[in-house]
Every structure is written in structure tokens, then in C-alpha cells.
């Protein structure tokens, strides 16, 4: 399981900051990575992503350039959320 940094709820679509546990000294490997819960359509097939601060920077930066592909959320889930 992994050691949060921030003090904050689980939950799907969140991103939760985690420490690189078993980081081997003098490694490339980042001391922090950022996990997502995600689930497809159906809700299943549930799984754990781990990304860096740089690989949600590159997905952000191609959201940014195909606006046309986001997907939206109505207003009562958005209101919820």
C-alpha cells in the first residue's frame, strides 16, 4: 500500500501524491509519483496508474491542443463532485 504525502480521500479520478518507497540510492527513479484509480465505462476493469509530474504535464499539453476530444460533465456532476 502505498504512503500518501497529502492527507486527502481515495478516490477515483483523484490524484494522490505517493513516495517511491523502494527507490534504490543513487536511481533516476523519481522519489514521488502521482497514482490514479481508473475504471472503464462499465465500471470495471478498475486499476492503479502511477505517473510522473512530467507525464501529466504531456497529457495535459495534448488536452490543451484537442479541445474538441474532452469529454464534459453535466451539471449535477459537477455540482457533486
Request: net charge positive; proline share 1%; hydrophobic share 35%.
Amino acid at each position: 500500500m502505498a504512503k500518501l504525502i497529502d492527507k486527502v480521500t481515495v478516490k477515483n479520478g483523484r490524484l494522490i501524491q505517493v513516495y517511491n518507497e523502494n527507490r534504490p540510492e543513487f536511481s533516476n527513479a523519481k522519489k514521488t509519483y502521482y497514482a490514479i484509480w481508473v475504471e472503464d465505462a462499465s465500471g470495471k476493469n478498475e486499476r492503479c496508474l502511477l505517473l510522473t509530474e512530467k507525464e501529466i504535464k504531456v497529457a495535459e499539453n495534448r488536452a490543451s491542443k484537442n479541445k474538441e476530444d474532452l469529454t464534459s460533465k453535466n451539471l449535477i456532476i459537477n455540482i457533486l463532485d
